[in-house]
């Protein structure tokens, strides 16, 4: 082979090679970074799960432990006669009350109803008239399961005294802010525990893979892994609808 000949190959193979990484490459990279699902899988490798066995358990498109919770909410909501449950929807469990809170209330409401059962051992309907809440009858309690820290997201005691049960969409702006109170809340109190389930909303498009998302987390990292994927998830919510 000429020296011409060996010039022209090498300028060729050179130009092919400035292809692929301006066009072929590029594009890889950048795909690779932007979107709700490569946020997600980012957020899953920081809670030390790989690539390919996020990827794997995506693709397999479990949602069992979501539809468990879903199916709680309705035969919760079926039970107290609602037209339908929004999020973030929350049971606050005692030994002997079951008591609905609906939406994003303040710290200040969830405080006063653990001060006064930390006082008295229950949670008076003068507290609950306040805000125009009713218990639910404990019989309830045979529509959903009980915490179980073996079983359950959770953060606070193993052995609560007062239980926050939380169906939430890591969607909702209004759990993204409920987040931080019961946050809050079990720093506060050794006696309490919050538990996670899921309700994600159909008109929430990243509700869903969101959810499966964190139960593949969750599946391969635990409770821990769960709730890095949670914590991040709402402090960064806006990634979601990029």
Known sequence: MNTDMKSNIAIVLSIAALGVSLFGGGLQSSSSVEGPEAYMKSVAKEAGLSGRKYDKCIAENDTTAIDQDIAETNAIASFA????????????????????????????????????????????????????????????????????????????????????????????????????TLEQLVEENDNLTWAYRHLPLSFHAQAMPSAIASECIAESEGNEGFWHFADTIFANQDKLSQ
Do not use: W
């Open 81 to 180: 006669q609602l037209q339908g449950i929004g999020t973030p929807f929350n049971l606050v469990v005692t030994d002997s009350q079951v008591i609905p809170v609906s939406g994003a209330y303040p710290y200040e409401f969830f405080n006063l109803m653990i001060q006064q059962f930390n006082e008295t051992g229950t949670i008076s309907q003068d507290v609950l008239d306040q805000f125009e809440i009713t218990p639910l009858d404990y019989s309830v309690t045979e529509l959903f399961r009980s915490f179980n820290p073996e079983e359950d997201h959770y953060k606070g005691s193993a052995n609560p005294e007062i239980t926050i049960i939380e169906y939430s969409d890591f969607e909702c702006p209004y759990c993204a802010r409920i987040h931080t």
